[in-house]
T-cell receptor, first 114, second 114 residues
Framework: ETGVTQTPRHLVMGMTNKKSLKCEQH?????MYWYKQSAKKPLELMFV???????ENNSVPSRFSPECPNSSHLFLHLHTLQPEDSALYLC?????????????FGPGTRLLVL | AQSVTQLDSQVPVFEEAPVELRCNYS??????LFWYVQYPNQGLQLLLK??????LVKGINGFEAEFNKSQTSFHLRKPSVHISDTAEYFC????????????FGAGTRLFVKA
């Protein structure tokens, strides 16, 4: 495996379900990111982890709970979501948490909340 | 307030024709500028970035962009497009505020016709 991988690629869940999205990067990077991509809206940064520590939380509702057990893995735990949370969730990583760094994106998990 | 505006939501163009995708930004602090491409069912991939120095930046797949500070623009160009360039293109601006914040434009869908 190379680059940034995400599983599952597609997920359908009810509003009362609990599920988790997984991201893994094989690039030796130190920073990892979760983004939400909704139809017709710009990409929204949700969380940033640098060396496993959360450095950014952009006012994300508590029904989204991130976890970063090590620099290679990032999870997004989902519970009691709303239909408006349906979107493509993208994970990215960069060598360091620095403004000039290129972010490398995974293919995303397309989430549908019913 | 900082913002990124991609002036065209869709750009249809014939194969081998030139194309320009427009991006304007608003910021009161120094910025770094990026263009990403997203092919169907994939994550974002960096095309090019401007950090400093020459205002004309060359990227992958024959794309280039020019940073114009006075017009706060970073338009993407390619002299001759291919069918395979059909994708969504995102302009992004990272604001160097001590910490940093990346803002993405809403995207421009480039559709190359035979």
């Amino acid at each position: 495996e190379t680059g940034v991988t995400q599983t599952p690629r597609h997920l359908v869940m009810g509003m009362t379900n609990k599920k988790s999205l997984k991201c893994e990067q094989h690039l030796g990077h130190n920073a990892m990111y979760w983004y939400k991509q909704s139809a017709k809206k710009p990409l929204e940064l949700m969380f940033v982890y640098n060396f496993k520590e959360q450095t950014e939380n952009n006012s994300v509702p508590s029904r989204f709970s991130p976890e970063c057990p090590n620099s290679s893995h990032l999870f997004l735990h989902l519970h009691t979501l709303q239909p408006e949370d349906s979107a493509l969730y993208l994970c990215a990583s960069s060598q360091d948490y620095s403004p000039e760094e290129t972010q490398y994106f995974g293919p995303g998990t397309r989430l549908l909340v019913l | 307030a900082q913002s990124v505006t991609q002036l065209d939501s869709q750009v249809p163009v014939f194969e081998e024709a030139p194309v320009e995708l427009r991006c304007n930004y608003s910021s009161s602090v120094s910025v770094y500028l990026f263009w990403y491409v997203q092919y169907p069912n994939q994550g974002l991939q960096l095309l090019l970035k401007y950090l400093s120095g020459s205002t004309l930046v060359k990227g992958i797949n024959g794309f280039e962009a020019e940073f114009n500070k006075s017009q706060t623009s970073f338009h993407l160009r390619k002299p001759s497009v291919h069918i395979s360039d059909t994708a969504e293109y995102f302009c992004a601006v990272t604001l160097n505020t001590g910490g940093f914040k990346t803002i993405f434009g809403a995207g421009t869908r480039l559709f190359v016709k035979a």
